[in-house]
């Protein structure tokens, strides 16, 4: 597989987390697990291949992937069809970064994959086919950020109560939201009507979420995993917690991760047999 990434610099990359383009991705498995990683993404097809998203239970299809579409933050892990011969552009956005180019509350997109044509209309497939165009990935990037930049309103950049809850929220320690609303000067209802509407979910969702992800971090970078260090580390109050919480995100639980995660940390293939 041939991949490329880049982060945006500057104004947009206060939103933008990252952008990325791969070609020739060839699993040896049909199906992958998307596991909740914190943030929104607008995938762009660079290929005519039809993918799915299944239903968590019985892996019956639910949502068909054409062309281009946004996964909103998700509280739970996302079935998705991985397919052979693979091009795709994924934006990534930073947590509250999607609401100034979307033009929508977040929180209406949580838990949700929608075909992107729905939020931009034509636009979006008038981007994918200059993207299919382009001669390299340095095109496609430029592209993209000029893209961004057209869609961008300032009037809807999130007020700095958003990035300070981000930022809090993101910093390691159990999360205290009475303390941290009265930093910001406003009230706990104000504060969760912004948070929900730039970020996507409740403060403490939203905690709970990134701290799943730091776990999932720490596995990736440890050579061996002591589970009670990072039960510790990560803030649990138990390990009993702990696992809950990991299964509840991931749909199977840290050990049997630990044997089928996938080379990137949210991602777990699903081999066809299943």
């Known amino acids: 597989m041939i991949l490329h990434v880049h982060t945006p610099s500057g104004f947009l990359g206060r939103y933008v987390e990252s952008l990325t383009s791969y070609s020739g991705y060839n699993p040896d498995h049909r199906m992958e697990k998307l596991l909740p990683d914190a943030s929104v993404n607008l995938v762009i097809a660079l290929d005519e291949i039809r993918r799915y998203t299944f239903n968590n239970d019985d892996l019956t299809k639910k949502t068909k992937c054409i062309k281009a579409w946004v996964s909103g933050m998700q509280t739970s892990f996302i079935t998705l069809s991985a397919e ?71 009037e809807d950049l999130a007020e700095s109560v958003v990035g300070f809850a981000v930022a809090r929220i993101n910093a390691t320690g159990p999360l205290d939201i009475p303390a941290l609303v009265s930093k910001t000067g406003y009230s706990q209802k104000h504060v969760i009507h912004l948070f929900k509407r730039h970020v996507g979910l409740t403060l403490k969702l939203f905690h709970r979420v990134v701290r799943f992800n730091r776990v999932l971090h720490e596995i990736d970078i440890r050579e061996e995993v002591d589970w009670s260090t990072i039960v510790h580390d990560c803030g649990f109050y138990d390990q009993a917690h702990f696992v809950n919480e990991f299964s509840h995100f991931s749909g199977i639980n840290p050990t049997r991760y630990l044997t089928e995660r996938g080379v990137y940390p949210n991602y777990v293939p699903i081999p066809a047999k299943r």
């Open 84 to 154: 052979k011969n693979s091009s795709m552009f994924v934006i990534r956005f930073r947590p509250g970064g999607s609401y100034p180019f979307f033009h929508m509350p977040t929180d209406e997109l949580s838990n949700l994959v929608i075909d992107a044509e729905l939020i931009f209309g034509r636009e979006i497939l008038s981007l994918r086919d200059q993207l299919m165009e382009a001669g390299t990935c340095a095109s496609q990037f430029r592209l993209v950020e000029q893209w961004l930049l057209q869609r961008i309103r300032t």
